[in-house]
């Protein structure tokens, strides 16, 4: 079936450093895509979103990249703070039919090293 | 604070009972849905509506009900407990199906089938 994944279970990185995180989608009909912050305990929170009309958006500290050719989605995150760790997970819905909500693949756990 | 309140945050039951998750928002949101979270994965939706009187299954509907009587409330109802229904459960909502903004999501019903 199609599904929205992420190529990561877990991405460590330096505190200060720029973080990416990816994320694969298989259904060409997506055309709206989110990234979400989860942190333990706690609901999913807000990043960022993106249309399929576009290719890049940019929000503080992080910017979505949409490459349609190849069905990939990424958050870069500059200059990584310890409060950035989480989950991150990307979710997209369809333009066509099924179910209408939010897809969400398994998540990437950003881990920050001092 | 604006926002969507879950309530409760924590609930055990036993195999066969029934019970209501409550979901609230405050912002006048059209669309409000509810998924499951189980363990290391992604977010599942179980159903949704797109406004008031309007409700709809999403991928893991079986096992629960939902109504929507008014913009505000969305409540998530259990008919029968089974051990497989143990999840952290989120509630949220959104302007539309496609944002602005994502979806505003819950703190979480974190429930035990025992």
């Known amino acids: 079936g199609e599904s929205v994944g992420l190529h990561l279970p877990t991405l460590s990185v330096q505190e200060g450093d720029n973080s990416i995180i990816n994320c694969a989608y298989s259904?060409?009909?997506?055309?709206?895509f989110i990234w979400y912050k989860q942190e333990s305990g706690k609901g999913p929170q807000f990043i960022i979103d993106i249309r399929s009309n576009m290719d890049k958006r940019q929000g503080q500290r992080v910017t979505v990249l949409l490459n349609k050719t190849v069905k990939h989605l990424s958050l870069q995150i500059a200059a990584t703070q310890p409060g950035d760790s989480a989950v991150y997970f990307c979710a997209e819905i369809g333009s066509g039919g099924g179910a209408d909500g939010l897809t969400f693949g398994k998540g990437t756990h950003l881990i920050i090293q001092p | 604070n604006a926002g969507v309140t879950q309530t409760p945050k924590f609930q055990v039951l036993k195999t066969g009972q029934s019970m209501t998750l409550q979901c609230a928002q405050d912002m006048n949101h059209e669309y409000m849905s509810w998924y499951r979270q189980d363990p290391g994965m992604g977010l599942r939706l179980i159903h949704y509506?797109?406004?008031?009187?309007?409700?709809d299954q999403g991928e893991v509907p079986n096992g629960y009900n939902v109504s929507r009587s008014t913009t505000e409330d969305f409540p998530l109802r259990l008919l029968s407990a089974a051990p497989s229904q143990t999840s952290v459960y989120f509630c949220a909502s959104s302007y539309s199906l496609r944002g602005p903004y994502g979806y505003t999501f819950g703190s979480g019903t974190r429930l035990t089938v025992v």
């Open positions: 509506s797109v406004g008031a009187g309007i409700t």
């Open positions: 259904n060409s009909a997506s055309d709206y």
